[in-house]
């Protein structure tokens, strides 16, 4: 098991910013791939962002790219997704996900899964 909780979500004006955190109380966290994902309302989940083991490498769906950064601290086995220019189709639940494996763009291939943190983006 690696848990995983989600923090940092809230209500923010469009082009604001915001940045989750998504922690780790397994100390194995560090050799496992972390993604970002995000929920709307009647929506499927949908990929965001994701980052390899070492944090070497990362990927972002073309809504996030140069808007999102992902990155973690495996010494403090915490993951971060820093959103700038927000905007109101950003507004959606927003989980952490960990796999065993390289990055991955599908949902399903993810093990380990939070909470989810709301992020809402007011007009």
């Known amino acids: 098991q690696v848990p995983l909780a989600e923090s940092g979500g809230g209500l923010v004006q469009v082009g604001g910013s915001l940045r989750l955190s998504c922690a780790a109380s397994?100390?194995?966290?560090?050799?496992?791939?972390m993604g970002w994902f995000r929920q709307a309302p009647g929506k499927e989940r949908k990929f965001v962002a994701a980052?390899?083991?070492?944090?070497?490498?990362?990927s972002y769906d073309d809504s996030a790219k140069g808007r999102f950064t992902i990155s973690r601290d495996n010494d403090k086995n915490t993951v971060y997704l820093q959103m700038n220019s927000l905007k109101p189709e950003d507004t959606a639940v927003y989980y952490c996900?960990?796999?065993?494996?390289?990055?991955?763009?599908?949902?399903?291939?993810?093990?380990?899964w939070g909470q989810g943190t709301q992020v809402t983006v007011s007009s």
């Open positions: 397994e100390r194995t966290f560090s050799s496992y791939t």
């Open positions: 996900a960990a796999r065993d494996g390289n990055i991955n763009y599908n949902f399903w291939n993810y093990r380990y």
């Open positions: 980052i390899d083991w070492s944090g070497s490498s990362t």
